[in-house]
T-cell receptor
Framework: AQRVTQPEKLLSVFKGAPVELKCNYS??????LFWYVQYSRQRLQLLLR??SRESIKGFTADLNKGETSFHLKKPFAQEEDSAMYYC????????????FGQGTRLTINP | KAGVTQTPRYLIKTRGQQVTLSCSPI?????VSWYQQTPGQGLQFLFE???????NKGNFPGRFSGRQFSNSRSEMNVSTLELGDSALYLC?????????????FGSGTRLTVV
């Protein structure tokens, strides 16, 4: 069965410091990976998807199939990055459901 | 364009009652998925509909059901409510199913069972 693990429930860094939110997955086939973000009192929104290989709000994430990881990184954290971050996996073929990790609450300290 | 709209925003129900939640997807989106979000279990997939057909179902009891109408609007129903059904229910829509398809989420319906 598919599984997404975000080992850190809470992560706190200072403004300007690098940030890395970890995500590991287990899935026997080829998955599609996403990062979703939920700011305070806002709806869950898509941040990144691995197939796009894009940088959004300074965040990047690389799919490492060897390590089955999809860590989210930003070189210089900003206070507005404080939010709840969810890593999610979707099968490329078969069930089109998203399997979410438990989430990491990121706090950027001034 | 309008986002995903869920109604109502809040609901309080009594154990044993049933409830119906509604989701209007983004115009043109044909896929609607439902998720349950709780502090303990996180986000869990309930079911997905595409073109009025249920394509996938999560591991929830039969008390949880849904349907999709020809205009892509979807409803989910929970019968014989239990205290543990208290949660934020999220609806997500997407244009298609398949690779590269991102989902747009609604604000959710917060259900409290007392």
């Amino acid at each position: 069965a598919q599984r997404v693990t975000q080992p850190e429930k809470l992560l706190s860094v200072f403004k300007g410091a690098p940030v890395e939110l970890k995500c590991n997955y287990s899935y026997s086939g080829s998955p599609e990976l996403f990062w979703y973000v939920q700011y305070s009192r806002q709806r869950l929104q898509l941040l990144l998807r691995h197939i796009s290989r894009e940088s959004i709000k300074g965040f990047t994430a690389d799919l490492n199939k060897g390590e089955t990881s999809f860590h989210l990184k930003k070189p210089f954290a900003q206070e507005e990055d404080s939010a709840m971050y969810y890593c999610a996996l979707k099968e490329i073929q078969g069930a089109q459901k998203l399997v979410f990790g438990q989430g990491t609450r990121l706090t950027i300290n001034p | 364009k309008a986002g995903v709209t869920q109604t109502p925003r809040y609901l309080i129900k009594t154990r044993g009652q049933q409830v119906t939640l509604s989701c209007s997807p983004i115009s043109g989106h044909r896929s609607v998925s439902w998720y349950q979000q709780t502090p303990g279990q996180g986000l869990q997939f309930l079911f997905e509909y595409f073109s009025e057909t249920q394509r996938n179902k999560g591991n929830f009891p039969g008390r949880f059901s849904g349907r999709q109408f020809s205009n892509s609007r979807s409803e989910m129903n929970v019968s014989t409510l239990e205290l543990g059904d208290s949660a934020l229910y999220l609806c997500a829509s997407s244009l298609l199913v398949g690779m590269g398809t991102g989902y747009t989420f609604g604000s959710g319906t917060r259900l409290t069972v007392v």
